[in-house]
């Protein structure tokens, strides 16, 4: 046989490839799944039912309050403390179901002009809706109310009412997620209650925002808390 023949003879002895027959390849791989279309897809009735639910509850709160007409109006207007922009956060986490939150900024907005009666009727709603009684004395334009659970949950540690303190603490980063002092003083008062997981992710929390607190980066070597 020449080798003309031979080479002919191996390629048709060869099995086909999709390049070199006329039939097409049968592919019974599983078709690729895009893990994130189908989570967003699965996620999508939660999502708009959150959505109905949170328009539901801030109809009804501002029906409540006096009505669009009556009640936004005077909710929002401008005063030299930022109350609209309270007011509103108090409406929005009432319909987001943060109860306590809601009181908080309800409080602050009337702190803010303490004669506006949407403002007040907005507390008084609020607290017979969430069942959270408004603090008499913590009626104050938001950052005077900030200061005024700072000192209350620095008060209760020192007093070691540390259930006070905690309460206090929250609300503090209920308003300003983002302090770090409070961050450190819930530290403090979860170590003192013994709960040293909490207490170590809040002194990592602390340590996240303000990484050049000397006090926290010692205070967590201690402890080792690296």
């Known amino acids: 046989m020449t080798p003309l023949r031979t080479l002919a003879a191996l390629l048709l002895a060869l099995p086909p490839c999709c390049g070199c027959?006329?039939?097409?390849?049968?592919?019974?791989?599983?078709?690729?799944?895009?893990?994130?279309a189908l989570t967003e897809a699965a996620a999508a009735p939660a999502?708009?039912?959150?959505?109905?639910?949170?328009?539901?509850?801030?109809s009804e709160l501002l029906d409540e309050v006096g009505g669009l007409d009556e009640a936004v109006p005077q909710l929002y207007r401008r005063d030299d403390q930022d109350?609209?922009?309270?007011?509103?956060?108090?409406?929005?986490?009432?319909?987001d179901?943060?109860?306590?939150?809601?009181?908080?900024?309800?409080?602050?907005?009337?702190?803010?002009?303490?004669?506006?009666?949407?403002?007040?009727?907005?507390?008084?709603?609020l607290e017979a809706k969430t069942g959270l009684p408004g603090d008499p004395d913590g009626i104050l334009p938001l950052t005077a109310l900030i200061q005024h659970e700072r000192q209350k949950a620095d008060q209760?540690?020192?007093?070691?009412?540390?259930?006070?303190?905690?309460?206090?603490?929250?609300?503090?980063?209920?308003?300003?997620?983002?302090d770090?002092?409070?961050w450190v003083r819930l530290g403090s008062i979860q170590f003192a209650l013994?709960?040293?997981?909490?207490?170590e992710a809040a002194y990592r929390k602390a340590r996240a925002l303000d990484p050049k607190d000397a006090e926290v980066v010692v205070f967590m070597n201690e402890h080792g808390w690296q």
């Open 21 to 36: 027959s006329g039939s097409p390849v049968r592919d019974d791989r599983a078709p690729a799944v895009d893990g994130a």
């Open 47 to 58: 999502a708009a039912e959150r959505l109905r639910r949170m328009n539901s509850r801030r």
């Open 83 to 95: 109350g609209p922009s309270a007011a509103a956060r108090a409406v929005e986490a009432y319909a």
């Open 97 to 125: 179901e943060q109860s306590l939150e809601s009181v908080l900024y309800a409080q602050a907005a009337l702190g803010a002009d303490p004669g506006n009666p949407a403002r007040q009727r907005l507390l008084k709603v």
């Open 156 to 178: 209760a540690f020192f007093d070691q009412r540390f259930g006070a303190a905690l309460q206090a603490c929250r609300k503090v980063l209920l308003l300003t997620p983002e």
């Open 180 to 182: 770090s002092r409070a």
């Open 194 to 199: 013994g709960d040293l997981p909490r207490a």
